[in-house]
């Protein structure tokens, strides 16, 4: 992997990253390692961090993979000790845990008369409140609890940062998806309050706010049984002025610029989209 001079001043640090095991965050941990850094990789699926740990070795890198759930403060304790004692203390924290859920996504984008009282449908009226919960919490919580955990050993030590995982959803709320979308804008405005609540401790705060990617998580919104694109497809590329999806790899270069310090010492507080230019297009 082919990484930017901004780099080097990574090497020997420790990140910590949530949700590890996923598509994004895999990528992300393999460009840290490349990088120079010892990456613990964090995921409740822990065969799923694992595994990506085992690439990462493979390729040369150093890392691990932990089990920890991000809403449990005890498990998130508990995979810190194995940290610092596996690595020392957390320099980097990437806050990537998240995700959507279809029981807090409603099948049509646009309320009609009637929908109310249809139950073969989900409306907004019909949502499921455990789903809502889950997905907010998973995404919001799910940022704010490693956080209160790992940022513990970074206070009074030079370079340190966190980079929270965003969405476009935090700047113009997707159809179908109220509690992602929410969450998402909850999850920008915790980075920028973070920004400010540690700007005396020495420890910058970002987040970068992904576009468009097809993943495992949102295949069914966008691709039929039959691999054929859905509607919402259509309208995301056509949206989209680079007209296609973004892919794990281009949001490499933005993360190890804003944790690097040489690169990114006076920033803090940004959410940064990597968008294709969705969030310029006006549509006309």
């Keep these: ?56 070795v ?45 029981k807090a996504q409603t099948d049509k984008e646009y309320f009609e008369p009637g929908d109310e009282d249809n139950d073969e449908i989900k409306t907004f009226f019909n949502l499921s409140d455990e789903g809502i919960q889950f997905v907010f919490n998973l995404n919001y919580l799910g940022t704010l609890m490693p956080t209160q955990v790992f940022a513990r050993d970074m206070t009074g030590r030079k370079g340190c940062c966190i980079l929270n995982i965003s969405s476009m959803n935090a700047f113009t709320p997707l159809t179908k998806i109220p509690a992602y979308s929410a969450a998402k804008a909850a999850v920008s405005n915790f980075t920028q309050w973070l920004a400010v609540h540690f700007s005396k401790a020495g420890i910058r705060v970002n987040a970068i ?21 859905t509607a919402r497809t259509g309208k995301i590329i056509a949206g989209t002025p680079m007209g296609r999806f973004g892919r ?27 968008d294709g230019g969705f969030s310029a297009y006006s549509g006309v």
Excluded: H
């Excluded at 001079?5 to 590890?20: C, Y």
């Excluded at 706010?209 to 691999?227: C, E, H, I, R």
């Excluded at 794990?248 to 990597?274: D, K, M």
């Design 209 to 229: 706010a992904p576009g468009f990617l097809s993943t495992a998580q949102n295949k069914s919104l966008l691709w039929n049984a039959d691999g054929t694109p």
């Design 1 to 56: 992997m082919q990484l930017p001079i901004i780099a080097e001043d990574l090497k020997g640090k420790v990140a910590v990253v949530t949700g590890a095991g996923g598509v994004i965050c895999s990528e992300l941990s393999a460009a840290l390692a490349a990088a120079g850094v010892k990456v613990a990789l964090l995921d409740r699926a822990l065969e799923k961090a694992e595994a990506a740990a085992a690439e990462i």
């Design 248 to 274: 794990p790899e281009e949001l490499v270069g933005a993360t190890l610029f804003l944790v690097s310090e040489r690169a990114a010492g006076f920033i803090t507080g940004v959410v940064l989209p990597i």
């Design 58 to 102: 493979k390729a040369g890198g150093v890392a691990k993979g932990y089990f920890a759930n991000v809403l449990d403060l005890k498990t998130l304790e508990e995979c810190r000790n194995k940290v610092l004692a596996d690595f020392g203390p957390c320099d980097i924290l990437v806050n990537g845990a998240g995700g959507n859920n279809p």
